[in-house]
């Protein structure tokens, strides 16, 4: 590639918000077969908001919601800004809790007088010993992520919250893949909320319940097995993968520590940045052949 035609493709992305880091950036785009795409923040508008609430025998809505918001109000997860604005919309007082723990990936803790509260995934509290004896298939069917109350030993109940996924997601997923890459969607959610976005957005193949700490390695697998991959998410737990992805892409609002681990960042907060930056990566390359 001449530093002249990469220059022009670079200013011709920078035009239409995306800015390549360097000529590299721009040349591997143009060479990849598989795009890893995370659920929360970047298929989706990454604004949970609670839909619906399952009691266990001699539960109450509002009490598990305020008990939720009490665990929450330390944690700056998407999640927690959905339970916290539930309890608002509800006009309920958030309960009082101690020694606040945030447990990435999994959930969050804190201490009522003597018990011991947890919200968090399914297999996180079944670790902890609490018997999850609630369908969940309510909440999981319609894509909601059920976050699980427990005290102490016993389950409270479930909280159902649910992300939109973007109105263009699933047009630009299916542009990328009459582009004939292999669109791959990589969450921390349990597998059935993921299957369900997964069908509304129309992508090849899921990881569920992956833990922050584990993206980097499922795209290391994806390479080993010879794909050149594109890693898509806005996260701060995203940036080891958008590190170790051929091509990292920082979408939207995306936090200092993913724009640094990226090659490419988007502007805005569609996926059509994505099928664009790989459209003109493409085309320069092609002309300078
Ligand atoms: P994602 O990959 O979708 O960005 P995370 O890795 O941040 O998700 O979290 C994975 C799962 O861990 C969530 O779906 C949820 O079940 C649980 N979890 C994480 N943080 C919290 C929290 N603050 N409150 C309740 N549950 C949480
Ligand atoms: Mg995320």
Avoid: Y
Wanted: aromatic share 2%.
């Amino acid at each position: 590639a001449t530093p002249m035609s990469v220059m022009v493709g670079v200013g011709k992305a920078a035009e239409a918000g995306i800015l390549i880091r360097d000529g590299e950036a721009l040349q591997t785009s143009a060479k990849l077969d598989t795009i890893v795409l995370d659920k929360t923040g970047t298929i989706t508008e990454g604004k949970p908001a609670v839909s619906g609430i399952l009691c266990s025998d001699g539960q109450q809505e509002d009490s598990l919601l305020a008990l939720a918001a009490g665990l929450e109000a330390g944690s700056e997860h998407p999640l927690a800004h959905a339970i916290l604005d539930a309890a608002r919309e509800r006009s309920l007082t958030r309960a009082r809790v101690t020694a606040f723990q945030a447990h990435n990936g999994l959930g969050v803790s804190a201490r009522q007088g003597e018990q011991t509260l947890r919200l968090g995934n399914r297999r996180w509290l079944e670790e902890q010993g609490i018997a999850v004896n609630l369908d969940l298939s309510a909440l999981t069917d319609a894509g909601a992520t059920p976050l699980l109350l427990a005290r102490d030993r016993q389950l409270l109940g479930a909280i159902g919250v649910a992300d939109r996924i973007k109105p263009d997601s699933a047009e630009a997923i299916a542009r990328l893949r009459q582009a004939g890459l292999k669109v791959v969607m990589i969450t921390g959610d349990v597998a059935a909320s993921a299957h369900a976005i997964a069908r509304q957005a129309g992508v090849d193949e899921v990881m569920a319940e992956v833990l922050p700490a584990d993206k980097a390695d499922r795209v290391k697998a994806l390479q080993a097995q010879g794909a050149t991959v594109a890693m898509v998410g806005d996260g701060i737990n995203d940036a080891p993968a958008l590190a170790q992805a051929d091509v990292g892409f920082a979408i939207g609002s995306g936090t200092d520590v993913a724009i640094e681990s990226a090659g490419v960042t988007l502007m805005g907060g569609s996926l059509h940045g994505v099928a664009d930056a790989i459209a003109i990566s493409a085309a320069t390359v092609r002309n300078i052949k």
